[in-house]
């Protein structure tokens, strides 16, 4: 019985035969092309010559997949990112050493021979015949080119890769046929280029350019003597001569392909000796691959710009096709982040916020006018670890966010103030603001159908001392609930949606808000991108732009670069600029002189909206100057931390709201931004006042409410503190979300008090 190798297979004699089959094919092929139907070897093989010229001669040749590289908007590296580690170079940058080792240890007469080695492959008949195995195999480099691009082309599909990685005999004959197309069209210097950019060489590293930066942190054209033959000698099997794991064995494979370089004359026996005397020296850089390992805190941001080209049909028009060009890499992208302003976003997150509180930080800036996002970042960092998170919270779910965003109490006000100037309202609109109230109904809707308050649903201020009446300013400055539900009955809810799809803010989920009175006050999850992207339609005077992430693109194909088209930010006027104006003017008293005065800057015209929600589970400070819009929110990402006598950042808070710990993070992000920069100016405009009267008041628009400093904003009620006849007190907010708030469950029936949070 013929014997067979352990673990079963093949037997020697049918080995012998396969290897025979495929061996006396290749001869058929040479006397096909050299010496057509001569002699017995030609009369026999005829038939298979035929059969063989029937085979199509199309191999295609991708463009390998490369790294691809990340920069900042000056030209500084954030991440690389790749399927496979490659750079691809030319053959001149490539060590004449590294070359020499190659041929010399995979196919010494690669010079010498057509596609196929017949030579090689009656040596390796023999050589096999005499072990009793497959010790020796007879493909040329040209032909080891072909496989790759097999495997190359199959991707990161594990079916496709072992197919392409099949030793049938029909493989072989598909291998030879395009090797034979390869040589004709290529020639030597281009196969041996090709090669040795395609060729796997271990730990992440595919093509020699790679593998030098891997071992030795060096350039392939710099690749010393011993070097060189230490990766030559691993391509037969990256893993069993890994130098990193197994030194010895790495050792031993390296003098082999020495020794082979000294007997076929590329180097002398002399040499060769002195490199096998060499050590490892092994310098190894460790893989640096995906957004995880961005610098300047910006992975989140580089995640965002992988997931906008995978989303962008200006990159392809279907996600299959845009995967395809992603994997295939070589891009160099110039993404819109400013080092400048990410600094000073990381670097107040730091001082404020630490990794390891309950509660997390999320800041986005953005450029008026264009749309780009300048600094993104947040306080627990990309990753998989405890205090680590995938989830991006300065964006929504379609970019990585949270499932629903996080509702933005009070920072909501300014668009419905914004939808009532729009509507005619004055800026000194006046209502009575009572302490408590019925949400007033019915309020009018784009449907026709009217909303109506079916369950007596009640709202109130901060505390009893907030009562009006009040005009606009005032009602903005202290964030007074009932004043601005009282606007959304007045106008109706039709234009404040039409005013918040015009400023393109949706909830995080991507749904757009819903036509309920609640929405004044804040109950719907946004992103903080959101935000700050339509708070910059203020400062640009009502030019609402499309955030944008990349400012250019250009790749890397078959040794050439071109440049990719890219999404451009698209404008729209979402108000006049009188409206825009007047809010400028509005959200600048409440830096000056109201909820915000901590979040206010001192050098350069800003404004801004302070926001708290429900049992301080969210607090918001959104603000902006003529030439900056920056949105920061502080809370829980699933909704279940109060922030009440809580520690962040080690700052002890007995309670937060939105002027108090997102405000200064605020003020520090900014200021860092623009140190330096143009300031810019509002167009404000002047806002005059009768004196409000107040049933047996004095007219003084102070009345009842104390010193402005005092108080605090809160969300959906307001969050912060009222000085009352010199006593400060710090009410709890008494507005509730329902139950099923977490999950995003609509248990707010028509009070529309539902809302996202994160799972």
Request: with cysteine; charged share 20%; net charge neutral.
């Amino acid at each position: 019985m013929p014997n067979k190798r352990s673990g079963g297979g093949l037997s020697v004699t049918q080995q012998a035969a396969k290897f025979l089959g495929v061996s006396v094919l290749a001869g058929a092929v040479m006397a096909g092309i050299a010496l057509p139907a001569a002699g017995a070897l030609g009369l026999a093989a005829k038939g298979s010559v035929e059969g063989f010229d029937e085979i199509p001669a199309n191999l295609k040749r991708p463009p390998l997949s490369q790294r691809t590289t990340i920069l900042d908007a000056k030209g500084g590296q954030l991440a690389t990112v790749y399927s496979r580690d490659r750079t691809v170079v030319e053959l001149k940058n490539i060590s004449p050493y590294m070359q020499k080792a190659i041929v010399a240890i995979e196919d010494s007469r690669f010079y010498e021979h057509g596609a196929i080695d017949l030579k090689g492959v009656l040596r390796a008949l023999n050589r096999n015949a005499q072990s009793g195995g497959v010790a020796e195999g007879a493909s040329t480099l040209t032909q080891q080119y072909v496989k790759n691009v097999f495997v190359e082309e199959a991707g990161d599909d594990p079916t496709k890769v072992a197919q392409a990685q099949q030793q049938t005999i029909g493989r072989k004959i598909q291998e030879l046929k395009f090797a034979i197309q390869v040589e004709e069209e290529l020639g030597k210097k281009k196969i041996l280029e090709n090669y040795l950019n395609i060729t796997f060489f271990g730990q992440q590293a595919y093509g020699v350019e790679a593998g030098a930066r891997r071992y030795f942190s060096k350039s392939a054209k710099d690749l010393t003597l011993p070097q060189a033959a230490l990766l030559a000698g691993l391509v037969q099997s990256p893993t069993r001569y890994d130098p990193v794991n197994d030194p010895a064995e790495a050792i031993k494979r390296r003098n082999t392909v020495l020794q082979r370089m000294a007997e076929v004359g590329d180097v002398s026996q002399q040499e060769a000796d002195a490199a096998k005397e060499a050590p490892l020296a092994l310098k190894v850089s460790q893989p640096k691959n995906g957004c995880i390992a961005a610098v300047k805190g910006a992975s989140f941001f580089c995640k965002y710009v992988e997931r906008e080209f995978l989303a962008s049909p200006v990159f392809g028009k279907t996600r299959e096709d845009r995967t395809k060009i992603w994997n295939q890499g070589g891009l160099t992208i110039r993404t819109t982040l400013d080092p400048q302003s990410q600094a000073s976003v990381q670097a107040s997150i730091k001082e404020h916020v630490y990794k390891s509180d309950s509660v997390a930080t999320a800041v986005t800036l953005v450029e008026p006018g264009t749309g780009k996002i300048l600094g993104m970042g947040q306080s627990k960092p990309y990753g998989y670890g405890k205090n680590e998170t995938e989830i991006n919270y300065s964006v929504g779910n379609d970019r990585g966010g949270s499932n629903f965003g996080f509702p933005t109490g009070s920072t909501f006000k300014p668009f419905v103030a914004a939808a009532a100037l729009e509507e005619g309202r004055p800026a000194i609109q006046e209502y009575s603001s009572p302490y408590e109230m019925e949400y007033p109904s019915p309020v009018t809707t784009c449907s026709g159908n009217p909303w109506t308050n079916q369950e007596k649903a009640k709202v109130e201020n901060e505390s009893e001392s907030e009562k009006g009446p009040y005009r606009l300013r005032k009602a903005m400055e202290l964030s007074v609930n009932t004043y601005f539900v009282q606007m959304i009955s007045d106008i109706g809810l039709c234009p404040v949606v039409k005013m918040t799809d015009a400023l393109h803010v949706t909830q995080g989920d991507g749904e757009k808000l819903p036509e309920v009175p609640a929405i004044a006050l804040g109950s719907r999850g946004i992103s903080p991108l959101t935000m700050a992207s339509a708070y910059a339609a203020f400062a640009s005077r009502g030019m609402y732009c499309t955030p944008v992430a990349i400012e250019s693109i250009t790749q890397k194909a078959s040794g050439r670069q071109k440049s990719l088209e890219v999404p451009k930010s698209t404008c729209s006027r979402a108000m006049s600029e009188t409206t825009a104006d007047t809010i400028n003017t509005l959200l600048q008293g409440v830096v000056d002189s109201g909820t915000g005065q901590a979040a206010g800057l001192t050098d350069r015209d800003n404004a801004g909206k302070t926001g708290t929600t429900d049992e301080r589970k969210n607090a918001w400070f959104v603000g902006y100057t003529p030439t900056l819009s920056g949105a920061v929110w502080v809370g829980s990402a699933m909704q279940n931390v109060k922030m009440t006598n809580i520690t962040i950042g080690g700052e002890w808070n007995e309670l937060v709201f939105g002027g108090q710990v997102p405000g200064p993070i605020w003020k520090d992000a900014m200021t860092g931004a623009l140190e330096g920069k143009d300031s810019g100016q509002f167009n404000l405009v002047p806002i005059i006042e009768p004196p409000v009267q107040r049933p047996g008041g004095n007219g003084d628009d102070d009345g009842d409410n104390g010193d402005d400093q005092g108080n605090n904003n809160g969300g959906l009620t307001n969050g912060g503190g009222t000085t009352d006849g010199g006593n400060t007190t710090f009410p709890t907010p008494t507005f509730s979300i329902p139950e099923g708030f977490i999950q995003g469950n609509d248990n707010g029936g028509n009070n529309g008090n539902s809302n996202g949070g994160f799972p």
